[in-house]
Nanobody, 118 residues
């Protein structure tokens, strides 16, 4: 199993920046991809972006492309989500998740709250 712990959430004004981190522990050798998701009250969970653990290639949702950047540090088993030019609609609980090869996202963190005020 893989355990995930997110950190870095908080309150920020529109146009500001926040940096979220996700620390992985346990069977990290099994990680193929790490993703970030978010869920706002009353809404479905939404994909934000992901990174391939070994190669580092990333994909992003259109809603965050050009504003958010995902990076990983394999030595520290952490993934970072740098969020710039934040908008009130980015307000949500942000969760990181891990997928193994040929598997969906199986392991999830507890989430961290991001609130963007207008």
């Amino acid at each position: 199993q893989v355990q995930l712990v997110e950190s870095g959430g908080g309150l920020v004004q529109a146009g500001g920046s926040l940096r979220l981190s996700c620390a992985a522990s346990g069977r990290t050798v099994s990680i193929y991809r790490m993703g970030w998701f978010r869920q706002a009250p009353g809404k479905e969970r939404e994909f934000v972006g992901s990174v391939i653990w070994s190669g580092g290639s990333t994909v992003y949702a259109d809603s965050v492309k050009g504003r958010f950047t995902i990076s990983r540090d394999n030595a520290k088993n952490t993934v970072t989500l740098q969020m710039n030019s934040l908008k009130p609609e980015d307000t949500a609980v942000y969760l990181c998740a891990v997928a193994r090869v040929f598997q969906g996202y199986e392991y999830w963190g507890q989430g961290t709250q991001v609130t963007v005020s207008s």
